[in-house]
């Protein structure tokens, strides 16, 4: 399934049938707010490393599903079928209820969610595509501060979705994210590529500063320096000549 123009992650089917222990969080339905929540710490977003999107297939060991217990399906792997299920028929009137939920309630489903939000936003109408927007943008600031390994794959889910939903409000968060100064170069790149797709000049003066810096990065040992900033300059150079310059 592709979702989305921008939509670069596919979504991944769920196992079709695990049994675990019921006394972990278990999910709303779509349209429940959740309760409860966790308050997020902020914290420097420093070097993300956006590479991986766990899921229910691939669990961080601190952050496993629990044991398993017969007859009773994990709450997550039903949630996740039922956000993909949404997505596969594009049903745009899950999108209210999708909105309602939160990463941090359910972190191994969040990527799918996350996903879906800016594949339904791309087929709605403008009210709902700038909801979609506002609400995406508010999740991306709380997972900048998280410190997870879902969050920090999550940041990248982030921009992708904010480019999807193709809404103009989504440009100022990405902005602001650029200009933060403390994206690794690889997902830098990726923001200028999102803000490139949304297709509105008040986005170039981000990426001239970012085009500043890339010879600035200082990048781990081992990554492919050249090859990455070679990768963030064709892409502030691709963006300088579609954006407009009046915006």
């Given at each position: 399934?592709?979702?989305?123009?921008?939509?670069?992650?596919?979504a991944?089917?769920?196992p079709s049938?695990p049994?675990?222990?019921?006394t972990?969080?278990i999910?709303s339905?779509?349209?429940v707010e959740?309760?409860?929540?966790?308050?997020?710490?902020?914290?420097?977003?420093?070097?993300?490393?956006?590479?991986?999107?766990?899921?229910?297939?691939?669990?961080?060991?601190?952050?496993a599903?629990?044991e398993?217990?017969?007859?009773?399906?994990?709450?997550?792997w039903a949630l996740v079928?039922?956000?993909?299920?949404?997505?596969?028929r594009?049903?745009?009137?899950?999108?209210a209820?999708?909105?309602?939920?939160r990463?941090?309630?359910?972190?191994?489903?969040?990527?799918?969610?996350?996903?879906?939000?800016?594949?339904?936003a791309?087929?709605?109408?403008?009210?709902?595509k700038?909801?979609?927007?506002t609400t995406?943008?508010?999740?991306?600031?709380?997972q900048t501060?998280?410190?997870?390994?879902?969050?920090r794959?999550?940041?990248?889910?982030?921009?992708?979705?904010?480019?999807?939903?193709g809404?103009?409000?989504?440009?100022e968060?990405?902005v602001?994210?650029?200009?933060?100064?403390?994206?690794?170069?690889?997902?830098a790149?990726?923001?200028?590529?999102?803000?490139t797709?949304l297709?509105?000049?008040?986005?170039?003066?981000?990426?001239?500063r970012f085009?500043?810096?890339i010879d600035a990065?200082?990048?781990?040992e081992?990554?492919?320096?050249?090859?990455?900033?070679?990768e963030?300059?064709e892409a502030?150079?691709?963006?300088l000549?579609?954006?407009p310059?009046?915006?």
């Amino acid at each position: 399934l592709v979702l989305g123009p921008l939509a670069w992650h596919g979504a991944k089917k769920a196992p079709s049938d695990p049994v675990v222990d019921t006394t972990a969080d278990i999910a709303s339905p779509l349209g429940v707010e959740q309760k409860g929540v966790v308050a997020l710490e902020p914290h420097a977003l420093g070097d993300t490393e956006a590479r991986a999107e766990p899921g229910p297939k691939a669990t961080a060991p601190s952050e496993a599903l629990p044991e398993a217990k017969p007859g009773v399906e994990n709450p997550t792997w039903a949630l996740v079928r039922e956000i993909e299920g949404a997505a596969e028929r594009s049903d745009t009137s899950k999108l209210a209820g999708l909105l309602s939920r939160r990463p941090a309630a359910d972190p191994q489903a969040s990527g799918p969610l996350i996903r879906t939000i800016g594949h339904l936003a791309a087929l709605a109408p403008a009210r709902e595509k700038d909801r979609a927007a506002t609400t995406l943008a508010k999740w991306l600031d709380e997972q900048t501060r998280e410190t997870s390994t879902f969050a920090r794959g999550n940041v990248s889910l982030l921009v992708d979705a904010l480019a999807d939903t193709g809404s103009l409000t989504a440009v100022e968060p990405l902005v602001r994210l650029l200009d933060t100064g403390s994206l690794a170069i690889h997902l830098a790149t990726r923001t200028v590529e999102a803000l490139t797709a949304l297709g509105d000049g008040r986005a170039r003066g981000a990426i001239v500063r970012f085009s500043n810096r890339i010879d600035a990065f200082v990048l781990d040992e081992g990554l492919p320096s050249d090859e990455l900033r070679a990768e963030a300059r064709e892409a502030t150079r691709r963006a300088l000549e579609s954006l407009p310059e009046n915006g």
